[in-house]
């Protein structure tokens, strides 16, 4: 009896202090959040009264202009800080501890398929990315170039019959189905591409829409229950997530199955594609097929989205403004030389043809910044995160920051509405497209490249103007910076 007395006086000793030192942890990070701005919070539920957005995207930038910066906010117990100035920003994202991810994201981690590099937590992160690298270098980009030409022209083709119908037709859709073929060859090597077919780009960027849009309303929604998997699977979102996670997870196995049997026949020299440097990780025993799958979901994930955006708000931008389109042509002529404007398709641009694009690339940059594709970086603190000005954001709390507000900081972009590429001549610190620190963007080389080689052929070939206006376009957030209702051109070819 005794014993048993002991062993319960023991039990509940030790959850008395496990559960002091909670409180008093939570109690410290209460007072230190305390210095921060935010709406007022009350007891238990503490800010969430308001935030019952229903536009997240826009709740969060109206937030932060009424707050300033940082504006702190807890949903019941769970602390988060909105950042949307540089000043604070630069502390944060330039200090190499700040490399955790948002709890949140473990949603995503702890399923299969969906352990890359861009959800993972702090404790592995940098020796996954050092190990990846090699894969993002520069060299094995400009390889690339050919590929991002050659699917352009596909493009080029497809697009011929609205230049002669003079019809209006969604850019987005079909940006989307080119930049997922161009990335899906540089992933998966020329030999998957045997297979090209427009339904399985249909039903991949279904796939992904539907994962980026059920997690938003996971993360950033009022209702909690929806963080647990047990309650989340069970609702109709929850059993679109598990079939599109499925769907994702099934492309990426078919692609190494090919490229194993590929590298089983193939004799003498072949081209190196990124799913070959996983496969050479995967046989010396630094990956297993989990990582492989998470990877390649990964890349493609981070990589067509993000990309074909950035084409298309460049491609609206310049159709508002006519006079920087024609000399981003005009520079364009003497890199495709003789040829006449309609037969673009016949010259291949090469790594080097991009390094003269000098006028392309302001535009490119501009356009990024007023429309950054990935506007929101989302953080968690490992340790606590000492500012300049003596206040302290805790250890474990979530912190977004919003790229799109830090561009529009008149301090930085004077006129911060105005599209003014040449604004790019110098290096602007404040400007963040990719982010900054150790977890910033592993692809912005590629994505700047293929960006370039896309918006080369289709200025070269077409005159563009858009059906909308600068007021009429609605954002939808969902991880990435949509346009709600697509992005509408119609096309003239060059004489
Ligand atoms: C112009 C197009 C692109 C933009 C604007 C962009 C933007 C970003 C941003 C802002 C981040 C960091 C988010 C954060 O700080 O939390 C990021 C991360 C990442 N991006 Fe990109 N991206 C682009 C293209 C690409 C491409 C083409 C690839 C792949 C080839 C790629 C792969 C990744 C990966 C893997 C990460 C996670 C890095 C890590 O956590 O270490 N991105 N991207």
Same mark, same amino acid.
């Given at each position: 009896m005794a014993v048993v007395l002991l062993v319960i006086l023991c039990f509940t000793t030790l959850l008395c202090v496990r559960k002091w030192s909670k409180l008093t942890q939570y109690y410290r990070t209460f007072n230190l959040l305390e210095r921060f701005s935010g709406p007022p919070a009350y007891l238990l539920i503490g800010t969430v009264p308001y935030m019952l957005f229903t536009d997240f995207y826009k709740w969060a930038n109206a937030m932060c202009q009424q707050y300033g910066d940082p504006v702190r906010f807890?949903?019941?117990?769970?602390?988060?800080i909105f950042i949307s100035s540089y000043k604070y920003a630069v502390q944060l994202l330039t200090k190499s501890n700040f490399n955790g991810k948002l709890q949140d994201l473990d949603m995503i981690y702890r399923h299969p398929g969906g352990k890359g590099l861009s959800t993972m937590?702090?404790?592995?992160?940098?020796?996954?990315?050092?190990m990846l690298a090699p894969a993002f270098s520069r060299a094995i980009v400009e390889g690339s170039v050919e590929a991002f030409s050659e699917e352009t022209k596909i493009l080029l083709n497809t697009l011929q019959k609205f230049a002669v119908t003079g019809d209006a037709?969604?850019?987005?859709?079909?940006?989307?189905?080119?930049l997922f073929h161009m990335v899906a060859r540089s992933d998966f090597g020329d030999t998957f591409m045997e297979n090209r077919n427009d339904n399985t780009a249909r039903q991949h960027m279904q796939a992904l829409h539907t994962i980026a849009e059920t997690l938003s309303?996971?993360?950033?929604?009022?209702?909690?229950?929806?963080?647990?998997? !047990?309650?989340? !699977?069970?609702? %109709?979102?929850?059993?679109?997530?598990? %079939?599109?996670? &499925?769907?994702? &997870? +099934? !492309?990426?196995?078919?692609?190494?199955?090919?490229?194993?049997l590929y590298r089983k026949t193939v004799t003498g020299e072949h081209n190196?594609?990124?799913?070959?440097?996983?496969?050479?990780?995967?046989? +010396?025993?630094?990956? &297993?097929?989990?990582?492989?799958? +998470?990877?390649?979901?990964?890349?493609?994930?981070?990589?067509?989205?993000?990309?074909?955006?950035?084409?298309c708000w460049t491609l609206f931008l310049l159709a508002l403004n006519p006079q920087h389109q024609e000399k981003v042509y005009e520079e364009l002529q003497h890199i495709f030389k003789s040829l006449p404007s309609s037969s673009s398709s016949e010259y291949t641009l090469t790594a080097n043809d991009t390094k003269e694009m000098k006028y392309l690339e302001l535009c490119l940059k501009e356009s990024l910044r007023l429309f950054p594709p990935a506007p929101i970086?989302?953080?968690s603190t490992v340790t606590d995160m000492k500012l300049d000005d003596g206040r302290i954001i805790p250890g474990k709390v979530d912190v977004l920051i919003f790229a799109n507000l830090i561009h529009r900081d008149p301090e930085y972009f004077p006129n911060p509405e105005k599209f003014d590429p040449e604004r790019h001549l110098e290096p602007i610190p404040a400007f963040m497209p990719f982010s900054m620190g150790v977890r910033n963007c592993i692809?912005?080389?590629?994505?700047?490249?293929?960006? %370039?080689?896309?918006?080369?052929?289709?200025?070269?070939e077409f005159v563009w103007e858009t059906t909308e206006s600068w007021e009429s376009v609605e954002i939808a957030y969902q991880g990435l910076l949509y346009p709600k209702n697509g992005l509408h051109f119609k096309i003239k070819r060059r004489c």
């Open positions: 807890w949903r019941f117990g769970h602390p988060m937590q702090a404790d592995i992160h940098s020796q996954k990315r050092k037709f969604n850019m987005v859709d079909y940006m989307m189905t080119c309303k996971r993360i950033l929604g009022p209702n909690l229950l929806l963080r647990k998997d !047990f309650i989340f !699977f069970l609702t %109709k979102d929850g059993k679109a997530t598990r %079939k599109a996670g &499925n769907t994702l &997870n +099934s !492309f990426a196995l078919q692609a190494v199955e090919k490229r194993r190196i594609c990124y799913l070959d440097i996983l496969l050479d990780l995967m046989d +010396s025993g630094l990956m &297993n097929e989990d990582d492989v799958i +998470s990877e390649l979901n990964n890349f493609m994930g981070g990589a067509y989205d993000t990309t074909a955006l950035t084409i970086f989302p953080r692809g912005q080389v590629y994505g700047m490249y293929q960006s %370039k080689v896309v918006l080369a052929y289709l200025i070269r």
